[in-house]
């Protein structure tokens, strides 16, 4: 038996940046791989390297056991799949679409009103890393059997984790995972606009200074997680809000001064100053989780 009659074919939804780097990943490892995106261009050099274009969803679909649908939005999910009548039986499906948890749950719902296999995933990496150690997707929903099944397929893309019949949970932690990574950056991008008000050239600042400086403060993410959990703001502080607000007063001081914005600083200075003013001088940087606190709607 030759390599790919071994493997399960499976069809790939979507060729955007990431649909092309998951089907690209499927075909290097020897799966049959059929591909459908709205603009067919796109699978050009998938198809030199093997993959079979369908011409409609309901043929990719058709191809494959297992359909790996990654397009732009939960709107183009439901443009595709709506019209498709009963396509989906017997397939599983597993959306690595990025949405919010309300939308992973409906569209759960929509699925088992169908009588769909469905499962819901969040994908921890960008294109250039996909096959590699470094990616990972959360999945969530259905059922853990059609996952499990599915496991070595699903590692191709990235290491896979199963949360849950929850199918709104790897959406959770993706968006909010991703919500820390965009504060990060955020910050590193206000970090180097600083530094080059005075000729340093930011390639040399990140590699040399800042990536070893925040690789290393992750470190202390533990002890705020830990604090946040027993909700003892003052057990193990790391650094009192009491002298973070008047150092990070310096922060946007310093920013003002050669000429860049505090816009992102700003809200930062807020929370220290409330959680502060409220009576919590003692209490670390976890503490203002706090202050998050909204009701749901
Ligand atoms: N790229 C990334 O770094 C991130 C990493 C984490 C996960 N995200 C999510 O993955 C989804 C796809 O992202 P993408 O990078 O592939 O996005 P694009 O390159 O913009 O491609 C979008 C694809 O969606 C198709 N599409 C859009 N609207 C429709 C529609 N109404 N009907 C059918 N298909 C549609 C689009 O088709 P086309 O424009 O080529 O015809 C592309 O295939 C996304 O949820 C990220 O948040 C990526």
């Not at 939960?74 to 919010?100: C, M, Q, S, W």
């Not at 990616?135 to 929903?141: D, R, T, V």
């Not at 990536?211 to 997680?225: E, F, S, V």
């Not at 000429?259 to 959680?275: F, H, Y």
Request: contains cysteine; glycine residues 8%; proline residues 4%.
């Amino acid at each position: 038996q030759s390599k790919n009659e071994a493997l399960s074919p499976v069809t790939i939804i979507g060729l955007g940046e990431m649909g092309q780097a998951l089907a690209n990943v499927f075909l290097q490892n020897g799966y049959p791989t059929t591909v459908w995106n709205r603009t067919a261009a796109k699978a050009e050099a998938l198809v030199k390297q093997g993959a079979v274009l369908a011409a409609t969803p309901r043929e990719a679909i058709q191809a494959s056991p297992v359909v790996i649908l990654c397009v732009l939005d939960y709107d183009a999910v439901h443009e595709i799949l709506d019209p498709l009548g009963d396509a989906l039986k017997g397939r599983v499906l597993f959306n690595l679409t990025n949405g919010t948890p309300k939308q992973a749950r409906d569209t759960a719902q929509w699925a088992k009103d169908r009588g769909y296999d469905y499962i819901d995933a969040g994908i921890m990496a960008v294109p250039q890393i996909i096959g590699t150690e470094d990616a990972f997707i959360l999945y969530s929903g259905g059922n853990k059997n059609s996952f499990d099944s599915n496991k070595e397929l699903l590692d191709v893309m990235g290491a896979s984790t199963y949360l849950g019949e929850d199918a709104g949970l790897a959406s959770l932690l993706d968006l909010a995972m991703n919500g820390a990574m965009y504060g990060m950056l955020a910050g590193a991008m206000h970090a180097i606009s600083v530094v080059a008000t005075e000729g340093i050239k930011a390639q040399a600042f990140s590699s040399e200074l800042l990536i070893p400086y925040l690789t290393a403060i992750t470190g202390i993410i533990p002890n705020l997680a830990r604090q946040f959990d027993t909700k003892e703001f003052t057990v193990g502080v790391s650094a009192k809000l009491a002298m973070q607000q008047v150092g990070f007063r310096n922060i946007r001081q310093a920013s003002k001064d050669q000429g860049i914005s505090t816009e992102l600083l700003d809200p930062i200075q807020s929370l220290m100053d409330r959680r502060v003013a409220a009576g919590f001088p003692d209490d670390d940087f976890s503490a203002v989780t706090e202050l998050f606190k909204q009701a749901k709607h």
